[in-house]
């Protein structure tokens, strides 16, 4: 499948892949990052909903992807899986899994993350990209 076809939320807990940490997660902001002039990293701030697996003791965390890969980000609702890092200078992280397939979403679900999408408030970044914050 191709890699912009990929998500990090499911619609669904995924019966096929295990991860230490599972949430019912909403995604409120997304800013993408240079970290090195070269390297981009999204990072995104989400509220847990719903914790379904796993030592999650915070009301919000971050999620970081890096921006080469061609996953679907940002704003949205849905199920994350990953694994959590505890970063010294930005707390709990999540690394998630990329590997919804958004072929596979409903109409209900997909027309659900294009809504949230577009009640965004969206401006470029000082590097140029867009950031998005839910209002």
Same mark, same amino acid.
């Given at each position: 499948?191709? &890699?912009?076809?990929?998500?990090?939320?499911? *619609?669904q807990?995924?019966?096929? $892949?295990?991860a230490p #940490?599972? #949430?019912?997660?909403t995604? !409120?902001? *997304?800013?993408v990052?240079?970290?090195?002039g @070269?390297? !981009?990293?999204v990072?995104?701030?989400?509220?847990i909903?719903?914790v379904?697996?796993?030592? $999650?003791?915070v009301?919000?965390l971050?999620? #970081?992807v890096? /921006?080469k890969?061609?996953?679907?980000?940002? $704003?949205?609702?849905? $199920? @994350?899986?990953?694994? =959590?890092q505890?970063?010294? @200078?930005?707390? /709990?992280m999540? &690394?998630? @899994? !990329?590997?919804?397939?958004?072929?596979?979403?409903?109409?209900?679900f997909?027309q659900?993350q294009?809504?949230? =999408?577009n009640s965004?408030?969206?401006?470029?970044? *000082?590097?140029?990209?867009? &950031?998005c914050? =839910?209002?």
């Amino acid at each position: 499948m191709p &890699e912009a076809l990929r998500a990090i939320t499911f *619609e669904q807990v995924p019966t096929d $892949i295990d991860a230490p #940490v599972i #949430v019912e997660a909403t995604i !409120q902001d *997304e800013t993408v990052l240079r970290n090195d002039g @070269v390297s !981009q990293m999204v990072v995104m701030r989400a509220r847990i909903d719903r914790v379904i697996k796993g030592g $999650i003791d915070v009301r919000t965390l971050k999620i #970081v992807v890096d /921006a080469k890969s061609c996953t679907r980000t940002g $704003i949205g609702h849905g $199920i @994350v899986l990953g694994r =959590l890092q505890d970063h010294p @200078v930005h707390g /709990a992280m999540l &690394e998630p @899994v !990329q590997d919804a397939k958004m072929l596979a979403w409903s109409k209900e679900f997909a027309q659900k993350q294009r809504d949230l =999408l577009n009640s965004a408030f969206c401006v470029k970044n *000082e590097y140029g990209f867009r &950031e998005c914050r =839910l209002t």
